[in-house]
């Protein structure tokens, strides 16, 4: 390999930092494509870990899917489960009983949704906000008479765990139309912190009481499915409809909430694009620089021409010239960045100790939905992007270097 270009080079970048003008363009576009390589790599970050928590706090609420029946199926919902079990890509699943019912207590009263639940780790999925570890031991044992709370109805209500309270619940599955509203008496067992609107109005209740008490069992058409990765609902219901090959209606949560996910995408498509801008600004400078050069190193670009040198010698000089302050830029601001985000919750703890009435902190920056994480193909990307800009935003100098004519230029001296 000739190393010859770049030593030249090298010879070259240091003798113009000599040049007082020229030091203070390159450190300014070096300064730019860090910051902004580093605005990049914080801002995927966010964006990343973003869709971590989404996946913890928004869809912890909610089923990734949901199967419902026809009156052309010829399967029931146990037999829909039995065949989830086979699938890896389906954590569990059971039955989707979501009814409408009237929360009482005292003088008090308020519409509330009830929900079944027959597997413990769907319950542990809503706990995953409390402020301290909750011991689940206590929910081994839980009766048809007992109920989970969410945090929010325990306030409104004054509830607290052990408290007894009424629920009037409306039987749609009843034909007749005397039995439909029945009045049933609860225990709190638990209450769960809520996280949101999609929980805040809720009450758990064993599948078993619904089997026992409301007689559904054989009405129930509905069957919600959690997944190992919720972002790829959609191929995952594709691949149990393929699978089952019943003529079912089948959702996932995308279909509802689809907007959230593709919002995230088109968040990071914009601040990639806008910051690739200021790249290309920033690589500009380096042009200018690498041009400057040129104008000042046509009598040794002359020389060299007449000694042998060929156009692809004279393109690698610069080339490598150029592509220097492009590379020391693009590592200043992929280390920068890397550091950041793996010491963020260190910077944030040292704020938060130092500025605590920092408007900043109080007014941007939230403490229980701010998470980062770094993803190699995004680094990846971020940087061979930046080596392409910078690749052709040298080509007009190489090329420009390559046609000086030596005839032309010695003839002046």
Same mark, same amino acid.
């Given at each position: ?185 609860? #225990?709190?067992?638990? &209450?769960?912190? /809520?996280? @949101?609107?999609? %929980?805040?109005? $809720?009450? =758990? *209740?064993? !599948? ?90 046509? #009598?040794?670009?002359? &020389?060299?021409? /007449?000694? @042998?040198?060929? %156009?692809?010698? $004279?393109? =690698? *000089?610069? !080339? ?90 010695? #003839?002046?001296?």
């Amino acid at each position: 390999m000739n190393v010859l270009p770049f030593l030249v080079s090298k010879r070259l970048y240091h003798r113009n930092n000599k040049n007082h003008a020229v030091l203070l363009i390159s450190i300014l576009s070096k300064i730019g494509i860090s910051i902004s390589i580093f605005t990049l790599i914080l801002s995927f970050s966010a964006l990343n870990g973003f869709q971590i928590l989404m996946k913890k706090n928004i869809l912890s609420a909610l089923p990734h899917g949901i199967i419902e029946l026809t009156d052309k199926s010829l399967l029931t919902w146990k037999d829909i489960t039995k065949k989830l079990t086979s699938l890896p890509e389906v954590i569990y699943s059971e039955p989707y009983i979501l009814m409408n019912s009237v929360l009482l207590k005292n003088d008090q009263m308020k519409f509330i949704n009830i929900k079944s639940f027959k597997n413990i780790k769907y319950i542990k999925k809503y706990f995953s906000f409390q402020k301290k570890i909750y011991n689940f031991s206590k929910l081994k044992k839980i009766y048809n008479n007992e109920i989970i709370l969410s945090s929010d109805l325990a306030k409104y209500f004054s509830l607290k765990e052990g408290d007894s309270i009424n629920l009037i619940i409306l039987n749609k599955y009843i034909n007749f139309d005397k039995n439909k509203i029945q009045n049933f008496s609860f #225990k709190i067992k638990s &209450i769960f912190h /809520s996280n @949101g609107i999609s %929980n805040s109005n $809720i009450g =758990l *209740i064993p !599948f078993l009481f619904f089997q026992k008490f409301l007689k559904i069992e054989n009405n129930i058409n509905k069957i919600e499915l959690y997944m190992s990765d919720p972002f790829q609902a959609d191929k995952i219901i594709l691949k149990i409809a393929k699978k089952i090959k019943q003529p079912l209606f089948f959702y996932s949560w995308m279909y509802s909430y689809k907007y959230i996910y593709h919002d995230i995408q088109t968040i990071k498509t914009i601040i990639y694009f806008t910051l690739f801008l200021i790249i290309i600004i920033s690589c500009f400078s380096v042009v200018s620089i690498s041009l400057t050069s040129i104008s000042k190193k046509t #009598k040794e670009i002359a &020389i060299l021409r /007449s000694i @042998g040198a060929n %156009n692809v010698l $004279i393109q =690698l *000089i610069f !080339f490598y010239y150029g592509m220097r302050f492009i590379i020391i830029g693009n590592l200043i601001g992929l280390l920068t960045g890397i550091i950041t985000v793996l010491n963020y919750k260190k910077i944030m703890f040292f704020l938060e100790k130092n500025f605590e009435e920092s408007w900043l902190l109080k007014n941007v920056y939230y403490k229980s939905f701010l998470l980062l994480k770094l993803n190699l193909f995004d680094l990846i990307i971020i940087f061979i992007s930046t080596l392409i800009i910078g690749i052709i935003a040298n080509w007009y100098p190489i090329y420009y270097a390559s046609k000086i004519h030596p005839n032309k230029i010695l #003839k002046e001296y």
